[in-house]
């Protein structure tokens, strides 16, 4: 089945304590997102990957750090964490111009 | 700046009816539009999309309509039911600074249908 995975689906973190949330794509596709959606201001893009070692910021990328050393995988790194960054997560991927497939979501907390 | 939005925030309808959920965007260069479904819990799920050469679009009991004149965008959905209950989201597609292109997603519109 095709789908984009990630985990964990729930964090509760206190601030400043390094996490990690991982994606992952089993459709070989080369563009990869992660986006935050908080009430009120839709989903906002943190970071994309056009391809492997491929990176760039989106349009809230303060505090977050990626990185895309395989096709299929596109962590998503807070090395110190803050109230503010509490927020429900969502990474994507896509082929080209093609559909964009959502993963399930994580929703973070941090204390 | 960019911007993608929602004229109306919640839309309550009856089981049956025709439902409409309307959108309004700003980059007049977008040239491709997609609408998203957003259940409880779950990612958003594409709905439908169009290219800026079509007017109009039509799946199965949706359709959308693109109004590039005055840069607004719909989806129609027919014969409403309690499982289109959801989070609708526009989204355009724009020029980003690589010279890639990425999605802008609006605020999104809370469709809520009862029986």
């Known amino acids: 089945e095709a789908q984009v995975t990630q985990n964990p689906r729930y964090l509760i973190t206190v601030t400043g304590k390094k996490l990690t949330v991982t994606c992952s794509q089993n459709?070989?596709?080369?563009?990869m997102s992660w986006y935050r959606q908080d009430p009120g201001l839709g989903l906002r893009q943190i970071y994309y990957s056009m391809n492997v070692e491929v990176t760039d910021k989106g349009d809230v990328p303060e505090g977050y750090k990626v990185s895309r050393k395989e096709k299929r995988n596109f962590p998503l790194i807070l090395e110190s964490p803050s109230p503010n960054q509490t927020s429900l997560y969502f990474c994507?991927?896509?082929?080209?111009?093609?559909?964009?497939?959502f993963g399930p979501g994580t929703r973070l907390t941090v204390l | 700046g960019e911007s993608v939005g929602l004229h109306l925030p919640t839309l309550s309808v009856q089981e049956g009816d025709n439902s409409i959920i309307n959108c309004a965007y700003s980059?007049?260069?977008?040239?491709?539009f997609i609408w998203y479904k957003q259940e409880s819990g779950k990612g958003p799920q594409f709905i439908i999309d169009?290219?800026?050469?079509?007017d109009k679009r039509q799946g199965q009991r949706v359709t959308v309509l693109l109004n590039k004149t005055v840069k607004h965008l719909s989806l129609q959905i027919a014969a409403t039911q309690p499982g289109d209950s959801a989070v609708y989201f526009c989204a355009e597609t724009v020029l980003g600074n690589t010279g890639f292109q990425k999605l802008v997603f609006g605020t999104g519109t809370r469709l809520l249908v009862s029986p």
């Open positions: 169009i290219r800026s050469n079509m």
């Open positions: 994507a991927s896509r082929q080209g111009a093609g559909e964009q497939f």
């Open positions: 980059n007049s260069a977008s040239d491709y």
């Open positions: 459709m070989n596709h080369e563009y």
